[in-house]
């Protein structure tokens, strides 16, 4: 049994009746999958809001149709209000548990550079997600990845440095940064600013000498 749960109630209403299910604070989903035909459903609006927001796009959900049918599912799509953000629309997928699904999991970088910390370079983020083949039992809510071993500017992280299983297949690209110590753009501009005068300054010696030779030859 998941850690998270939902229920939900057969839907009757389609087409442009379905407005009036969120007038009664409700709203309509569907839930689908491989073995599954397609159920049309309804959501009382607050439990599907926290169940959404704890269980993210990864984590399986129990949902239970009228107390009758249960479906392990994750959201695959949430539709919302672009003003508001209030939910309009959710499709739920129903898990066959013993068959591989691609979906993107988050990445979320934790742990201190000694760099960082000295205020000699920061950290940018590249991909903030990963994209794999897993098997449902084998679904995670995110992925944690240290950067406390970037200590040199230019040092990264790829994706071929995340070792997730022989089980999970990453389908990015090997070489996709997910992390870069980098320099901070303060220094970056002092230095620019040190390399255009040093060369200005080199093309102004050749100028000098040449004079100081013209003037040996007229003495």
């Known amino acids: 049994m998941s850690e998270h749960t939902i229920t939900a109630q057969q839907r009757t209403v389609k087409g442009k009746q379905v407005s009036q299910i969120r007038t009664k604070g409700l709203v309509p989903g569907t839930v689908y999958g491989p073995k599954s035909t397609p159920v049309n459903l309804q959501f009382e609006y607050r439990p599907l809001q926290l169940a959404l927001m704890k269980a993210g796009g990864t984590s399986i959900i129990d949902l239970t ?18 003003v508001r953000g209030n939910i309009l629309h959710v499709d739920f997928f129903a898990l066959d548990m ?12 934790f742990g201190e550079s000694s760099a960082v910390v000295a205020k000699k370079g920061i950290m940018i983020q590249g991909s903030n997600t990963v994209t794999v083949e897993i098997l449902p039992t084998q679904l995670m809510h995110q992925i944690e990845v240290d950067v406390s071993g970037l200590v040199e500017i230019g040092d990264t992280l790829h994706m071929s440095d995340l070792k997730l299983g022989d089980d999970v297949l990453i389908i990015n690209d090997p070489e996709e940064m997910i992390a870069k110590l980098v320099q901070p753009s303060a220094a970056r501009a002092e230095e620019d600013v040190e390399e255009q005068a040093a060369e200005e300054e080199a093309q102004a010696m050749p100028e000098v000498i040449g004079r100081a030779k013209e003037e040996e030859v007229e003495d």
């Open 65 to 82: 149709v009228e107390g009758d049918q249960t479906y392990q599912v994750i959201a695959r799509e949430v539709q919302r209000d672009v």
């Open 98 to 109: 013993t068959q591989k699904m691609r979906v993107d999991i988050p990445l979320i970088l």
